[in-house]
């Protein structure tokens, strides 16, 4: 129901397949206004300059990211285990290599903007921070708890398996056995489970 | 001894620097040699397109990153044991966000270019390729062996929490135990000893 969204949620969702098709480098306010098939001067409308449009898609994806990992928890029907959870990540894996490339290689861009820019970095962090934070809880609801740390090193984790799947030379994916993501996706769930403690606030609000 | 170093080594490294300080978009010829301090048109005569100098950076990293691996397994002492692997990790990983992070970003940069460049790519395989074998065959002699997805997964990881360390705000990072890489190395190790095996030629050579 693209029709029904806003415009600068429209802009947004452009700037996404803009960014995973041409690169930060190629993002600027024309190829925006051809994505989204608006009249040239649309996306300097709503974002003056270069640096607010990217902040702005990084508030998008952090607002659809936040939205569905509340969706996730509040719809986890009762009498979910490891094994669910286990293989809900393995599909969020899967995801990110297929259906979902442009959002992870947008997300991918930011994260390097949010090294030089304060307002992709705020919300990059709120994208980290609930990714982490379900990860937590999930985990907690059927009864395996891990650590924010660990939560943390699971987004981390899959972030530079998921980059490493889209990067690499096939012959290579291949020799480092990266042409299964499942196997990845377990042992990735193993290392959170297995990290050490850290005292943070998501530590507190899982227990 | 930068001056006994020839001018196409000395581009890259500014490239690498350029990379690093204003990302692909802040990559261009002119840029690069303001930063060697040659002439203008110098980079330009070296590698006449933007891919080719990309293509440079991606070459001159791999080859770095493969002599330092070549290096660092002939100069292993006998009688190390798994300990002072597990330190050549912490203390990669802490270089990765502090005297290596214009390299470390450089590198995460070609990674976003691998997916459209093919020369790019091919070079930031043989990075992976390197990366991977190394701690496999690191692994092997300490009597502590890893498959060659472990090797995998241990590069992707380091990618993936370097990255998460270098971009997300200070407040997140504390907040998932991501202010001490310490931690967060020896779960990567931990995930690496763990790992599933794969059937690839690493393995074979490794064993």
Same mark, same amino acid.
């Given at each position: &129901?693209?029709? *029904?969204?806003n415009r600068r949620a429209q802009l947004a969702d452009a700037a996404v397949e803009v960014l995973a098709r041409d690169g930060g480098r190629g993002l600027t306010h024309r190829a925006v206004d051809r994505?989204? $098939?608006?009249? #040239? $001067?649309?996306t300097k409308?709503? %974002?003056?300059?270069?640096? !607010?449009?990217?902040? +702005? /898609?990084a508030r998008q994806l952090a607002d659809q990211h936040t939205a569905a990992m %509340?969706?996730? *928890? #509040?719809?986890?029907? =009762?009498?979910?285990?490891? +094994? =669910? /959870?286990?293989? @809900?990540? @393995? +599909?969020? @894996?899967?995801? &990110?290599v297929t259906s979902a490339r442009s959002q992870f290689l947008a997300l991918f861009e930011l994260h390097l903007e949010a090294v030089r820019n304060p307002q992709v970095r705020t919300a990059i962090g709120e994208v980290a921070l609930a990714g982490a934070d379900s990860a937590v809880q999930l985990h907690?609801?059927?009864g395996e708890p891990i650590s924010a740390r660990g939560g943390g090193l699971l987004e981390a984790g899959m972030l530079g398996v998921a980059m490493s799947m889209l990067s690499l030379? #096939? =012959?290579v994916v291949g020799r480092i056995g990266f042409d299964d993501p499942d196997p990845l996706g *377990? !042992?990735?769930? $193993?290392?959170?489970?297995?990290? #050490?403690? +850290?005292?943070?606030? @998501?530590?507190? *609000?899982? !227990?």
């Open positions: &129901m693209p029709q *029904r969204r994505e989204a $098939g608006f009249p #040239e $001067g649309t409308n709503y %974002h003056a300059t270069r640096e !607010s449009l990217l902040a +702005a /898609v %509340h969706r996730l *928890r #509040e719809q986890m029907p =009762d009498g979910l285990g490891q +094994a =669910d /959870v286990q293989a @809900l990540y @393995l +599909a969020m @894996l899967r995801r &990110m907690a609801a059927v030379p #096939e =012959d *377990r !042992s990735l769930l $193993g290392m959170a489970a297995a990290a #050490e403690p +850290a005292d943070g606030l @998501l530590r507190g *609000r899982a !227990s």
